[in-house]
């Protein structure tokens, strides 16, 4: 399964776009890329996820490029309440494991 | 939120002593997962199931079994808890969809403390 590397930790100013980058170049042709997010002690929370195209939902859009060695999450409009450790996880199997994520901080 | 209840939710117990989690779904899920999550190792998985009496190992199954006797209980069972073991359980559930995505839904954790 393929390995998958998060920037540690990124700031974002409140209202405006948080781009969460993850590099997955190992990915094999049916691994799905999911995101998912832990707000302080909460259970992880669903995000999206996509194989080969992009794909938007209610809370985010997620880019995948054609290559598809690499994705972004993208939270339009952050607010204070979106910080949390956000994971990318890359598997086509049904064990998932989680990074370290990346800490996004929202700042007023 | 998903039928899934964590039970209990607060444990303190003392190094030795059986501790049995139980994290119990109405969502009628195939898989069902347990994760300790510890400052600065993030979520990692323990063990999970995917059916009745199907189990499988995780990245840290050492000192923990775990038992499935029917879809909505999964219960994971330190046989002599150890202060290592201090941690914050999470339990999920999922079922894959027809194209084999698998999205995970989480409980809201039960905290473990040995002494």
């Known amino acids: 399964d393929a390995k998958t590397t998060q920037p540690t930790s990124m700031d974002c100013a409140e209202g405006r776009a948080a781009n969460l980058p993850c590099n997955h170049s190992?990915?094999?042709?049916?691994?799905?890329v999911y995101w998912y997010r832990q707000i302080h002690s909460q259970g992880p929370q669903y995000i999206i996820h996509?194989?080969?195209n992009n794909e938007t939902n209610e809370m985010a859009s997620l880019i995948i490029t054609e290559d598809r060695k690499s994705s972004t999450l993208i939270l339009p409009h952050a607010t204070l309440r979106d910080t949390a450790v956000y994971y990318c996880?890359?598997?086509?199997?049904?064990?998932?494991?989680f990074g370290a994520g990346t800490r996004l901080t929202v700042k007023p | 939120d998903a039928g899934i209840t964590q039970s209990p939710r607060h444990k303190v117990t003392e190094t030795g002593t059986p501790v049995t989690l139980r994290c119990h779904q109405t969502?009628?899920?195939?898989?069902m997962y347990w994760y300790r999550q510890d400052p600065g190792h993030g979520l990692r998985l323990i063990h999970y199931?995917?059916?009745?009496?199907?189990?499988d190992k995780g990245e840290v199954s050492d000192g923990y079994s775990v038992s499935r006797s029917k879809t909505e209980d999964f219960l994971l069972t330190l046989e002599s808890a150890t202060s290592s073991q201090t941690s914050v359980y999470f339990c999920?559930?999922?079922?894959?969809?027809?194209?084999?995505?698998?999205?995970?839904?989480f409980g809201a954790g039960s905290r473990l403390t040995v002494l």
């Open positions: 996880i890359v598997r086509k199997g049904y064990d998932m494991r």
């Open positions: 190992t990915i094999s042709g049916n691994e799905y």
């Open positions: 999920a559930i999922s079922e894959p969809d027809s194209s084999g995505a698998n999205v995970l839904t």
């Open positions: 969502e009628n899920h195939r898989y």
């Open positions: 199931s995917y059916g009745v009496k199907d189990t």
């Open positions: 996509g194989l080969k």
